[in-house]
């Protein structure tokens, strides 16, 4: 039976764009781009074209702006003619079901191998102690630690900034409808802003005023191709994931919230702390950060982090935030809104397919009328 009072089921605005639902396609590395040169291809465009839905949001995986920022082997980039052509023919796609499309703009900073990006990995400061107790990273040879990295000097980040700034104007060669800042779980645009990795005493560094700098200069240059209202912001307030933490985190996230209010974003999307990474590290605890930061933003929000329909629902009709981001049932069900809608069950996701290099786990989960063909 149709949910017809579900709250995630009206329309919605996301800067100029009017979304038909809420239900939103989140970033999710998945490692299935062309290898070399980090292309998007023929297993990707059919991934992310079955998730397509009339008047609904996707967002790419994070995309990197640079070799030197891509931090994941087997993720995809927005530097090169190649790649801009590779997202072309997903975006057209997208566009062909009626659907949107941003493109998810990072760099991994500290948290990347040399054998991936092809250069020493950098960060704000160094972290002596980060290599033995950082997160593994993908490479060519499997799952291994990060090398050692290097702090960026002054003058550098300024080529930082050019290098999302370009990947911007890629991305709107290639057709996306906006652009997202990936400020989130550990990389290098959080490494800026929280003082466990920030240890800087420049302009990038001491004061939350000075950490949030990069941020804002970012959105800046990437507003300056696409306009302030196509760009959003994404964040991860409290987590600790890839050897993160701030001393006042919501002095400092509180701010990037405030500060927001003056650009006129697309969004902010809100990734909750009960989430680390992939793992749900708080059972049952609520929006938290985006019942907070709420408060504090007055444009559009998205939260992320772990939601089921009916938490979901809930969250959109109380006024918690106005669209809900799924990632690991948007792996497993293809028709995820059309499920929700309809109240059907979902297909349970396995985690041991979500970084590979094949179909597997990937584009052969059925949609609900196949998968009940199957057991008639």
Not at 189 to 212: H, M, V
Not at 230 to 253: E, K
Request: no cysteine; glycine share 10%.
């Amino acid at each position: 039976m149709t949910n017809v009072d579900n709250a995630l089921f009206t329309p919605v605005r996301i800067g100029p764009i009017t979304l038909a639902h809420r239900v939103v396609m989140a970033p999710m590395t998945r490692q299935r781009s062309q290898q070399p040169g980090a292309i998007p291809g023929a297993l990707q465009l059919k991934y992310y074209t079955q998730r397509a839905t009339e008047g609904g949001l996707i967002f790419t995986e994070g995309t990197a702006v640079s070799h030197g920022g891509l931090g994941i082997y087997g993720s995809p980039g927005l530097w090169t003619d190649v790649q801009i052509a590779g997202w072309k023919r997903i975006v057209d796609a997208i566009h062909a079901r009626g659907g949107y499309m941003f493109a998810q703009l990072w760099h991994a900073g500290r948290g990347a191998h040399i054998s991936t990006t092809g250069q020493t990995p950098v960060s704000p400061s160094v972290d002596p102690h980060y290599w033995a107790n950082a997160n593994p990273v993908s490479t060519a040879e499997g799952f291994i630690p990060p090398s050692p990295h290097r702090a960026l000097e002054t003058d550098e980040i300024a080529v930082i900034i050019e290098e999302f700034r370009a990947a911007a104007d890629n991305a709107q060669t290639a057709g996306f409808d906006g652009v997202e800042l990936h400020a989130a779980y550990g990389y290098l645009i959080d490494q800026f802003l929280q003082d466990g990795t920030n240890k800087r005493t420049d302009r990038y560094g001491g004061s939350i005023e000075n950490r949030t700098r990069l941020l804002f200069e970012l959105f800046e240059a990437v507003s300056s191709v696409w306009g302030a209202d196509r760009v959003g912001v994404r964040i991860a307030p409290s987590s600790h994931y890839n050897g993160m933490g701030d001393s006042d985190p919501q002095g400092l996230f509180g701010h990037v919230a405030t500060r927001l209010n003056d650009y006129g974003p697309a969004y902010l999307h809100v990734i909750e702390p009960r989430m680390q990474g992939i793992d749900l590290a708080v059972e049952g605890q609520g929006a938290v950060a985006t019942q907070q930061l709420r408060k504090l933003f007055g444009g559009t929000v998205i939260a992320a982090g772990a939601f089921e329909p009916d938490t979901a629902e809930r969250t959109v009709a109380d006024g918690d935030a106005d669209l809900i981001a799924f990632a690991r049932h948007f792996i497993s069900n293809p028709d995820l809104p059309e499920r929700i809608r309809l109240n059907l069950p979902l297909s349970p996701y396995d985690r041991s397919t979500f970084y590979a290099f094949d179909a597997h786990g990937y584009t052969d989960y059925p949609f609900y009328d196949e998968e009940k063909a199957a057991h008639a």
